[in-house]
């Protein structure tokens, strides 16, 4: 089962900053946060993903709370080829390998003209 | 660097029949993941791979459905005797010889049994 809560569905006008949560409140101290997102029926695409620091790439920036329990995925300038269903995903390396990426019912992501 | 690679794209079987789909890794990653999404449903895992070893098997239905990542060459899964309710997206991912690294995913096989 997925370790983590988001809202069913968001809407973000085109040109806005699209802002979406996640709750991950029993994460542990050797999991990860990952974001991915699928559009239409497309692969998953692979977003950006982080330990406890904020990061920031080319598509977005990933916000994690000092108690690392909740994040948000923040995509600055929202187009309309962002809407999609975008997973939060919580994973843990061990050593060598890690576990496999469990996807919860996500967030559908609809962007509005 | 070429992506994560599926084929066929599109694959129709009759019931009873048997369906491979093969996943080319991304060039110099070892681990390979198997999803399957129904229509209308979430990405289900269903099995993780590491070069001849499964690592993790707990989403493979306990029949009719195998998987394997050989020394050589692409990752296949392998369903035999599909029925109807084999229909689905068929996705691969595949990753790095590193924790705490993303996976990149395929673009699918489409599965349809008659």
């Known amino acids: 089962d997925a370790k983590t809560t988001q809202p069913p569905s968001m809407d973000c006008a085109e040109g806005r900053a699209a802002n979406l949560p996640c709750n991950h409140s029993?994460?542990?101290?050797?999991?990860?946060v990952y974001w991915y997102r699928q559009i239409h029926s497309q692969g998953p695409q692979y977003i950006i993903h982080?330990?406890?620091n904020n990061e920031t790439n080319e598509m977005a920036s990933l916000i994690i709370t000092e108690d690392r329990k909740s994040s948000t995925l923040i995509l600055p300038h929202a187009t309309l080829r962002d809407t999609a269903v975008y997973y939060c995903?919580?994973?843990?390396?061990?050593?060598?390998?890690?576990?496999?990426?469990?996807f919860g019912p996500g967030t559908r992501l609809s962007v509005l003209p | 660097n070429a992506g994560v690679m599926q084929n066929p794209r599109h694959l129709v079987r009759r019931r009873g029949q048997e369906a491979r789909l093969r996943c080319s890794p991304m060039?110099?990653?070892?681990?390979v993941y198997w999803y399957r999404q129904l229509p209308e449903e979430g990405l289900k895992f269903m099995v993780y791979?590491?070069?001849?070893?499964?690592?993790?098997e707990s989403g493979m239905p306990k029949e009719r459905f195998s998987a394997e990542f050989p020394k050589e060459g692409p990752s296949i899964l392998r369903i035999q005797q599909v029925v109807r309710g084999d229909s689905a997206a068929y996705f691969c991912?595949?990753?790095?010889?590193?924790?705490?690294?993303?996976?990149?995913f395929g673009q699918g096989t489409r599965l349809t049994v008659v």
């Open positions: 995903i919580v994973r843990v390396g061990l050593d060598n390998y890690g576990q496999n990426f469990v």
């Open positions: 991912a595949s990753s790095p010889d590193l924790a705490n690294t993303e996976a990149f």
């Open positions: 029993t994460i542990s101290g050797n999991e990860y």
């Open positions: 060039k110099g990653h070892s681990h």
């Open positions: 982080g330990l406890k």
């Open positions: 791979l590491q070069k001849e070893n499964i690592i993790d």
